[in-house]
């Protein structure tokens, strides 16, 4: 996905067990800063739905 | 590469009469220039209708999927790793098919021929390593190493990985080629020109789908986009649409593909598709030391584990 221009950050991958509930909190956290960071993603998004 | 037709025929013919195959799958002279058709041979007196030449670059493994009968294949080396990748996928059995190799010396590249003339190409012709090029008005001998398709350029597999029958000698592999210069020239630029690019390179595409249907690897009953319930991708040319399209035909592919070229010489408005491909092929060597059909009696890295797997995009 990178390669094609989405932007480092915006797409993550984790694996979490069921039992590790602060290691979830923790990710999302994580993830959710980083996309904030990142700003609106303005890219693949429909013709109708663009923001301009 | 000619003068294999001869010894192509003879092993046909010779299979189909001793009844070691009930068709033999090979190239015909097609309709147009340098558009050779596949041909479906089930009985010995037709065997004067196979050709051989530089405008063989369909891939044959193509119409091998979940046949029954016993069939004789022509395989170059990119043919020959799909049907590779076939067995593995069972598609086909090994059992049932006898391979005819032709150690391949490159296919042509229609689109850049047709592009160097204002008018129509009528004829191309070619002995040895040159190319004649004839239509209304003009005459031109082209040097075939020029003209190759973008991926036989790169070629480093033209010799068969599997075969029963050798149509000709083996040839020289290609030596010290940078594979993968272009893919590093985008996984040099910024998310934005790389977005940039590939909605350029998308841009004319009519999603008629001829990628997909040239490809060996697409093989699903159902295709993705041609689902309606659910619905995983919109029909729509919205930009949106055709490149999911587009990442998810590459992803189906990651692994599997040999950059036979298929897919890129059936476009009809010229689209280069293997630029998506051509990275998860890098990839996979980078990170698998894997090319695709190479190693008859080994998995694939997607449907494997192995301790030293990379891992670390997983947070
Ligand atoms: S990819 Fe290799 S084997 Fe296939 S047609 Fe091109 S040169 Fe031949
Ligand atoms: S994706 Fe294209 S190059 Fe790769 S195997 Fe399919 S047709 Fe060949
Ligand atoms: S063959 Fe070309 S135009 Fe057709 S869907 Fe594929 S990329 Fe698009």
């Known amino acids: 996905m990178e390669h094609m221009g989405v932007e480092p950050g915006r797409l993550s991958f984790s694996w979490i067990s069921s039992a590790e509930s602060t290691k979830f909190v923790d990710v999302v956290k994580d993830v959710t800063a980083t996309v904030k960071a990142l700003g609106p993603n303005n890219n693949f998004k429909k013709a109708a739905d663009k923001v301009t | ?315």
């Open chain 2, 1 to 315: 590469m000619l003068g294999y037709i001869d010894k192509i025929r003879e092993i046909s013919k010779r299979l189909l009469d001793e009844g070691r195959v009930d068709m033999v799958v090979g190239f015909r002279k097609g309709s147009m220039p340098m558009m050779n058709e596949p041909s479906f041979i089930k009985n010995s007196g037709e065997v004067s209708k196979l050709v051989w030449d530089s405008n063989c670059g369909i891939n044959l493994a193509n119409y091998l999927t979940d046949r029954k009968e016993k069939i004789g294949v022509i395989a170059k080396g990119c043919d020959s790793r799909n049907i590779v990748t076939h067995i593995l996928e069972n598609k086909i059995k090994r059992d049932q098919l006898v391979i005819i190799g032709v150690p391949c010396k490159g296919m042509i590249d229609r689109r850049l021929i047709t592009a160097m003339f204002d008018t129509e190409v009528r004829e191309v012709n070619e002995k040895g390593d040159t190319v004649t090029v004839k239509g209304a008005g003009f005459e031109k001998k082209l040097k075939k190493s020029d003209i190759l398709q973008d991926n036989c350029s790169k070629c480093i597999h033209r010799n068969p990985v599997l075969y029963d029958e050798l149509a000709a000698p083996l040839v020289e592999e290609q030596k010290d080629i940078d594979r993968y210069a272009e893919v590093r020239r985008i996984e040099a630029m910024s998310p934005q020109e790389k977005w940039q690019y590939f909605e350029d390179l998308i841009a004319p595409c009519i999603r008629c789908y001829a990628c997909r249907n040239a490809c060996p690897l697409c093989y699903c009953p159902t295709c993705f986009v041609d689902e309606s319930r659910p619905q995983w991708v919109g029909k729509s040319q919205d930009e949106t649409d055709i490149r999911t399209f587009h990442f998810l035909r590459a992803y189906h592919c990651a692994g599997r593909c040999t950059d036979c070229g298929a897919c890129e010489r059936a476009c009809p408005v010229g689209i280069k598709v293997r630029q998506f491909t051509s990275k998860l092929n890098k990839d996979c060597l980078d990170m698998f030391g894997w090319e695709a059909g190479v190693l008859p009696d080994q998995r694939p890295p997607l449907d494997t584990f192995k301790p030293a797997d990379p891992g670390d995009f997983i947070k």
